[in-house]
């Protein structure tokens, strides 16, 4: 008899195919129930494993019958059916050794986190993507992606745990790439994944962990309840999720962690709103979230984190565009606001900070900071706004850069974020890696109207003025409420050396934001351009005049009585007795007005030390345009002291470090005649008198003058 004749009287394909419909069945029945139990993902896998391993002992012991009248009998086939057995039972053996080895125990997500060895301490991060809409509904959009979203919130008020920034893990909203390549992309060794299926009040939300190394799901839970119960949902799942990477939490942190942020699933819808609209930081996007925010609080006016969000976004307007005076007076009301509901809610020293910055309290905006990244370890926000302060405000490069890198490493595709990384680099004469990230950002983020901007000043910090214009006006084009920025392009234009047409750029821009007060704007232009007699009038009929650049005209002028009365009121730090020991880099010109003041005054000796002590501290600094309003305060300041000697070789450290800018601020000073009519200035501006000329007959001959 044939081999196949002996398989059909054995019945072993009639068995086969019986058993293959019973497995069929036996999976779809597992793939319901299972769930409906809380049972984690890895049980439906070892079902189908123990099947799919069971078809060939089937098949052998169907070999190994004779279907005999008078019902079953054992007939085997000498050691063929022997070593069949002996190899099927290896495989299945050698199987749930594979699939076993190296997984952790085997457990339900409801043992405690006592009953299990800590995890190490790299594998405590996590990327919280945004949950699946299975609702049918878009406008259902936005409850889906809060629940990730106060989900992760909540997360990254854990001190031992690094949570991915929002702006980075929504990136793959949508898209249904491996998460193992998710986790790698956002630097994860752990990923939240859900979805929420809503129907009317009714909600049911799928959660599960999985580890990113091999995509095994470390636990699965599915949570039924209504929606007035969306925010005891949120606290479940944060709670199951430093549960299962067997996190130890002091009794403060876990309350912290299920501290609830608004009661108002309207306000919280709106606060999500918001919060979409800020990564780009385009100007319409961030006036539509501040309207979002408002009407957040308007909802639930006890909602810290609106208050902290409004405040944010206003400070953001004020520097990308303007905001009203009203707006203003609301940023310190927020923030105070904010901070009396939640004491350490960390985002809210952050905003604090910021404030403190702008009133240059640098040592407290210092501390703040501090305590703000102290307090939300996981906010990407508030190490780049540090980073920001460190390096703009006290040329600490390396220190700036430590910020933007734990930035950078938290929210790994914020452009915003990857676009303030080239600063602190540009700053310390990277001029290379400077390139390759604004090169990166480009790419990665080609409509991020911001990031064409940074590619303006990293060409101005090198000379190049053609790439200043063109990067600038990239921007533009992408972003053309920017009035901020539209400034700062005009004050560039002045920088090198094409005064006419900085003033021309900022009589357009009132033209066109005449709601704007660019009146102290156009009173620096004018000083360059014009003369201080012109600026001083400008100056004093701003609304808010730039009181020290008041102070500084009034000296141009000889008003040195009315000069010196101004900055001691504004300054008096700089008349104390004994003087300050340090300066921070914005302090600089405050000192020199304040030390030529001194001297004017009858006060020489201190006058002179004071100057002395700014142009000290402004040379410590790396030769670098990019961070400085000027190229040559320390310059300034020892001529001013009559320090001839001591101002001409600053201005030569300065060309050979490279400065090409500001040469408007040398030439145009009436502080500065004497030391213009020493033969030395022009010998070493030559060179870059040269540079200068050339670049700007090449940008008119590109069109972009």
Request: charged content about 20%.
């Amino acid at each position: 008899m044939s081999f196949v004749a002996e398989l059909k009287q054995r019945k072993v394909f009639r068995v086969a195919t019986v058993y293959l419909v019973v497995t069929w069945i036996a999976v779809q029945a597992a793939s319901i129930a299972l769930p409906a139990f809380d049972a984690p993902p890895w049980m439906l896998r070892v079902v189908i494993l123990v099947l799919a391993l069971g078809l060939p002992l089937t098949l052998i012991l169907a070999w190994s019958l004779d279907w005999t009248p008078q019902g079953l009998r054992f007939s085997p086939r000498g050691t063929f059916s022997k070593r069949m057995a002996l190899v099927a039972s290896a495989l299945v053996l050698l199987a749930f050794v594979w699939f076993f080895r190296g997984q952790p125990a085997l457990r339900w997500s409801d043992i405690p986190a006592a009953d299990v060895a800590l995890a190490p301490a790299a594998a405590r991060t996590i990327a919280v993507l945004p949950f699946v809409n299975m609702s049918g509904d878009p406008a259902n959009e936005y409850f889906s992606d809060g629940i990730a979203e106060t989900t992760l919130d909540m997360l990254a008020q854990v001190p031992d745990l690094k949570v991915v920034a929002r702006t980075s893990s929504f990136a793959f909203k949508g898209q249904s790439a491996d998460v193992r390549k998710i986790a790698a992309a956002l630097g994860a060794a752990n990923v939240l994944e859900g979805s929420v299926q809503r129907a009317g009040d009714a909600v049911r939300i799928t959660v599960q962990l999985v580890r990113a190394t091999d995509g095994f799901h470390l636990w699965s839970r599915h949570f039924d309840r209504q929606l007035a119960d969306v925010f005891k949902i949120q606290d479940e799942v944060a709670t199951e999720v430093v549960r299962a990477l067997e996190l130890s939490l002091p009794a403060s942190d876990q309350q912290r962690l299920t501290q609830k942020r608004t009661d108002n699933v309207e306000a919280y819808q709106e606060y999500l709103k918001g919060i979409a609209l800020l990564p780009d930081r385009k100007v319409a996007d961030m006036r539509v979230a501040a309207t979002h925010f408002e009407r957040a609080i308007e909802l639930d006016p006890t909602y810290a984190r609106a208050y902290v969000a409004a405040a944010d976004t206003y400070n953001l307007l004020h520097e990308y565009a303007t905001i009203s005076a009203e707006e203003t007076k609301r940023i310190a009301s927020y923030i105070e606001r904010a901070l009396a509901l939640a004491p350490e809610l960390g985002e809210a020293h952050a905003a604090r900070a910021v404030q403190l910055e702008r009133t240059a309290d640098l040592e407290n905006a210092e501390r703040e900071y501090a305590r703000a990244v102290e307090l939300a370890p996981s906010y990407a926000t508030g190490f780049q706004w540090y980073g920001e302060f460190l390096g703009y405000l006290m040329h600490d490069f390396a220190g700036s850069e430590r910020m933007l890198r734990r930035a950078v490493a938290l929210d790994p595709l914020s452009p915003i974020v990857q676009d303030q990384l080239v600063y602190p680099l540009l700053a310390a004469n990277r001029f290379d890696e400077a390139r390759v990230e604004a090169g990166k950002l480009e790419r990665e983020h080609p409509d991020f109207a911001q990031g064409y901007y940074t590619q303006g000043v990293v060409g101005a910090a090198q000379g190049d003025f053609v790439a200043a214009l063109r990067g600038f006006r990239e921007h533009a084009v992408r972003d053309p409420a920017a009035l901020g920025r539209f400034r700062s392009v005009c004050f560039f234009l002045l920088r090198f050396g094409a005064a006419e047409r900085a003033r021309t750029c900022m009589s357009d821009l009132a033209a066109r934001w005449p709601n704007a007060d660019l009146t102290n704007d156009m009173a620096q232009i004018s000083f360059f351009a014009i003369g201080p007699q012109v600026a001083l009038d400008a100056v004093q009929r701003a609304k808010q005049p730039d009181e020290m650049f008041e102070a500084y005209l009034l000296l141009c002028l000889g008003r040195n009585q009315e000069s010196s009365a101004i900055v001691r009121r504004v300054a008096p730090q700089m008349f104390a007795e004994p003087p300050p020991t340090a300066l921070y880099p914005r302090q600089i010109p405050v000192a020199i007005i304040a030390g030529l003041n001194l001297v004017r005054t009858g006060e020489v000796d201190r006058g002179k030390a004071l100057l002395q002590k700014a142009a000290q501290t402004y040379a410590e600094r790396p030769i670098n345009q990019a961070v400085a309003e000027t190229s040559w305060w320390d310059v300034v300041a020892y001529a001013v002291a009559g320090e001839f000697d001591q101002a001409f070789a600053s201005m030569q450290r300065e060309v050979d470090g490279g400065a090409v800018l500001d040469l408007v601020d040398l030439d145009s000073d009436p502080l500065l005649v004497d030391l213009r009519a020493d033969p030395r200035y022009e010998k070493i501006l030559a060179p870059v008198r040269s540079h200068r000329q050339a670049q700007l007959d090449a940008a008119k001959a590109a069109g972009l003058l």
